[in-house]
């Protein structure tokens, strides 16, 4: 595969070269996981649902959703419309995240039940371990005014 490295080389642990890092980096930040995964119960989504479904600045937002196209995992559709209309939506590896996702949340799923953790019911709705109340599901995050 283009290997140029040498015998010394291997020696020392390139962490930020490693498989690992790579995975922490693309999409297992704090808001990464779920951001992929709202877009891929939506299918496509505009920035305000995102603001609607999880309790997350708008900077913060703006800077993950820039990072996920740049990594290829989301697309950016703009429409030419007034005002502009912006979706996101998932690429064929960004699904493949989401697949990984679901199978870690399935883990901690069981393994919190297991422990007797207490675990959030609106991510158990999301993620169909409990029946969804549309009206929550809608709205979680109402803003206080």
Known sequence: MGDTQTPEDYRN???DQDPYSYVLRTFCNRWKPFILHAISVDK???FNRFTKQ???SEKVLS???RELEADELIIRTVYPEVPPRVEYSLTPQGREVC?????LYDWGWHEMKRRRLPIDPLGEMWHGYRKPEESVMNEPYKKSR
């Open 63 to 65: 800077e993950n959703l």
């Open 99 to 103: 697949r990984m996702l679901r199978m």
């Open 44 to 46: 496509n989504i505009r």
């Open 13 to 15: 642990f390139q962490i």
């Open 54 to 56: 999880l309790p997350i």
